[in-house]
């Protein structure tokens, strides 16, 4: 197929992206207001989703495509990335690292990311892969003073790494047996036999990693904790996104002739990971890690719709996303807008009596918590909903049943916060941090969690038309 200008169209948020981070990583030490990075950052991010728009239905070959599916998920990348700055300049400054570097690698991981959601060659989805976890690697320990930030990243780089030789390995297997890298074609010589099971189950433990699946989940607790929280925030919500991206692509396109036998290796996974998840997360004291964990559990939620197999279940895949980025986003500001030097901020007894030192922060954390458990009127009960709906449309009532018992587990880590801060008397003051940029970010996942749970079913029809 000849290339044009128009090919490259398709590529222009990525080509984008690319240049402004160079643009930020090569010019970080001419500028010294580094408050122009923030806001480049800020305003960039409004371009290049301007550009997904503006790009949308144009592909490249036959390796990328600029379609509904990977806009609906570049969406949420942008918006994970947008929220994300807005709560980095309080903790930023805070920590010395609030410069042109910090931002770069933010967009080159989001760079990554989108390869990875409208890539329809295995070669590419790797390539996205690897940019996406590189830059996040060094996100985790851009905070080189603080020790744990040095352990989570790299122990995050040592068990990527791994990963990565996994999806190696199953890339090879899949094209010794077809003979090709493009998705659609897989699809048409795709015969199921033991090489192209184990080929898929390696594809399965690779990008497992990524999304932290029991038991590929090793990684997230101390990374999580010692990444900067904004960055925690971040990976937590876009690098997600990424990896379900790529799992839904590749497994409900190049592998939906093999379903009826991949769905039997990865429901278990689904199960291991909603329980293990939720129940790790009841025992921890630091909130960072009881995210972390939560995060695991919702991985096995999220898994619930690949499994499915339908399109129901992946539009109820991409409206989870879309909402988990709101509810995620929402608490770790507010962790963000609560930590001091020393892990203030972070022990949840820090939390107690919250309410009655200042309500309005303790009232928004009361909103994400109430969401991320699952609690109507709230975005995440719905997200939820359609997810387990879609389970059982698909036959499957059992794994429905089995996902609402994990949820009635989760409640308590989520409540126990909620529980603390409205019926403990406080032990220390936590001073909220004045930053309008983490209030814009606050506001808008608040805004988002209300909005959705009350008004889901306009969202929902756009999803169903963005999958494939």
Request: glycine share 8%.
């Amino acid at each position: 197929m000849p290339f044009s200008l128009l090919n490259f169209k398709a590529l222009a948020p990525e080509i984008f992206l690319v240049l402004v981070a160079s643009f930020m990583v090569l010019f970080d030490r001419a500028i010294r207001a580094k408050d122009f990075f923030f806001w480049t950052a800020l305003l960039g991010t409004l371009v290049a989703w301007w550009l997904c728009r503006t790009s949308l239905g144009i592909s490249f070959g036959e390796s990328y495509t600029a379609d509904h599916y990977g806009f609906f998920l570049k969406t949420i990348f942008l918006l994970s990335l947008f929220l994300s700055i807005l709560i980095s300049p309080v903790y930023a400054r805070r920590r010395g690292f609030h410069f042109g570097e910090y931002y770069g690698l933010l967009y080159f991981a989001v760079c990554g990311m989108m390869l990875m959601a409208s890539g329809t060659d295995l070669l590419l989805i790797y390539i996205g892969l690897e940019l996406m976890s590189l830059s996040i690697y060094v996100l985790v320990a851009v905070d080189w003073k603080d020790p744990r930030g040095l352990e989570g990243g790299l122990k995050y780089f040592l068990l990527g790494s791994l990963a990565s030789a996994f999806l190696i390995l199953g890339l090879a297997i899949i094209y010794g047996r077809t003979g090709t890298l493009f998705l659609a074609k897989i699809h048409q010589h795709l015969s199921v036999d033991p090489a192209v099971l184990a080929g898929i189950a390696f594809f399965l433990v690779a990008l497992g990693f990524k999304v932290a699946m029991v038991p590929f989940h090793m990684w997230a607790p101390d990374a999580y904790e010692g990444a900067p929280t904004p960055v925690t925030a971040f990976m937590s919500v876009a690098a997600k996104a990424a990896g379900f991206a790529a799992l839904g692509r590749i497994f409900l396109l190049a592998f939906a002739s093999a379903h009826p036998m991949w769905i039997k290796l990865l429901v278990p996974f689904a199960v291991l990971t909603m329980f293990v998840g939720n129940i790790l997360a009841v025992v921890q004291t630091n909130i960072k890690r009881m995210l972390a964990y939560s995060s695991v559990a919702h991985a096995g939620y999220i898994l619930l719709g690949i499994a499915a197999g339908t399109r129901e279940g992946l539009s109820a895949v991409l409206l989870y996303l879309l909402i988990y980025a709101f509810m995620n986003i929402g608490a770790f500001g507010i962790v963000t807008l609560l930590q001091r030097e020393g892990g203030v901020g972070e022990s949840i007894y820090d939390y107690q009596g919250l309410a009655r030192l200042y309500p309005f922060p303790a009232l928004l954390m009361l909103l994400f918590m109430f969401s991320l458990t699952g609690i109507p009127p709230t975005a995440g009960f719905m997200g939820k909903f359609y997810l387990f709906r879609s389970v059982v449309h698909a036959g499957h009532p059992w794994l429905a049943v089995l996902a609402v018992l994990a949820s009635v587990i989760a409640a308590y880590p989520y409540l126990r916060i909620v529980m603390f801060m409205y019926m403990r008397e406080p032990e220390r003051e936590l001073r909220p941090a004045f930053s309008l940029s983490l209030w814009a970010a606050l506001g808008i996942s608040a805004l988002g969690v209300l909005v959705i749970g009350l008004y889901p079913g306009s969202l929902l029809h756009a999803v169903m038309g963005s999958v494939f």
